[in-house]
Antibody
Framework: EVQLVESGGGLVQPGGSLRLSCAAS????????MIWVRQAPGKGLEWVSG????????YNADSVKGRFTISRDNSKNTLYLQMDSLRAEDTAVYYC??????????????WGQGTLVIVSS | QTVVTQEPSLTVSPGGTVTLTCDSS?????????PSWFQQKPGQAPRTLIY???NKYSWTPARFSGSLLGGKAALTLSGAQPEDEAEYYC?????????FGGGTKLTVL
């Protein structure tokens, strides 16, 4: 059974940083691309970042480009999202998702339960 | 900026059939855009129902089906159940990007 457990969310001041982690189990982590998707309170889903199975290719949405960095440690079966220069509009639940394949922009198949990030002074 | 449009809300009677659509601001949706569909209930994480236009996962109820219809991606629910009341999102692929639709709130009433 695929399990994805996010951690690292919390309250941070505008301009601050936070690192999210996603611990994966139940599948061969190194064979699949991984994705971060977020959902602002009462709003829809937004594709934030994606990373290929090897970590060699990454994608960031324009809204986070230059501020967020996605990475992975295949030896630890863990996905990360480093979030810098945080803004109020980054407040959201952040979901980790396993992609359907190793391809960078493959869609999500399995989802974690999410971690809440609140950016506020 | 690419916009993916869904019906804001739809209502279906129990046992009835309803089709949700997903439209692209760039033109007709194609299978090459790998349409996916997701279900989200209040307070829960999304769940993937359909990928690559019409493919299902082992957990996808048989009453859900995906297709292309009139230049849009479509999700058809045949034989709606009370537990199908949820928000539904589509996802389309563009060169170098993936874009979610705004979601359809489906009421079973």
């Amino acid at each position: 059974e695929v399990q994805l457990v996010e951690s690292g969310g919390g309250l941070v001041q505008p301009g601050g940083s936070l690192r999210l982690s996603c611990a994966a189990s139940g599948f061969t982590f190194s064979s699949y691309a991984m994705i971060w998707v977020r959902q602002a309170p009462g709003k829809g889903l937004e594709w934030v970042s994606g990373i290929s199975n090897s970590g060699g290719s990454t994608y960031n949405a324009d809204s986070v480009k230059g501020r967020f960095t996605i990475s992975r440690d295949n030896s630890k079966n863990t996905l990360y999202l480093q979030m810098d220069s945080l803004r109020a509009e980054d407040t959201a639940v952040y979901y980790c998702a396993k992609a359907q394949s190793k391809t960078l922009l493959a869609g999500p198949s399995d989802w974690g339960q999410g971690t809440l990030v609140i950016v506020s002074s | 900026q690419t916009v993916v449009t869904q019906e804001p809300s739809l209502t279906v009677s129990p046992g009835g059939t309803v089709t949700l659509t997903c439209d692209s601001s760039t033109g007709a949706v194609t299978s090459g855009q790998s349409p996916s569909w997701f279900q989200q209930k209040p307070g829960q994480a999304p769940r993937t129902l359909i990928y690559d236009t019409r493919n299902k996962y082992s957990w996808t109820p048989a009453r859900f089906s995906g297709s292309l219809l009139g230049g849009k991606a479509a999700l058809t629910l045949s034989g709606a159940q009370p537990e199908d009341e949820a928000e539904y999102y589509c996802l389309l692929s563009y060169s170098g990007a993936r874009v979610f639709g705004g979601g359809t709130k489906l009421t079973v009433l």
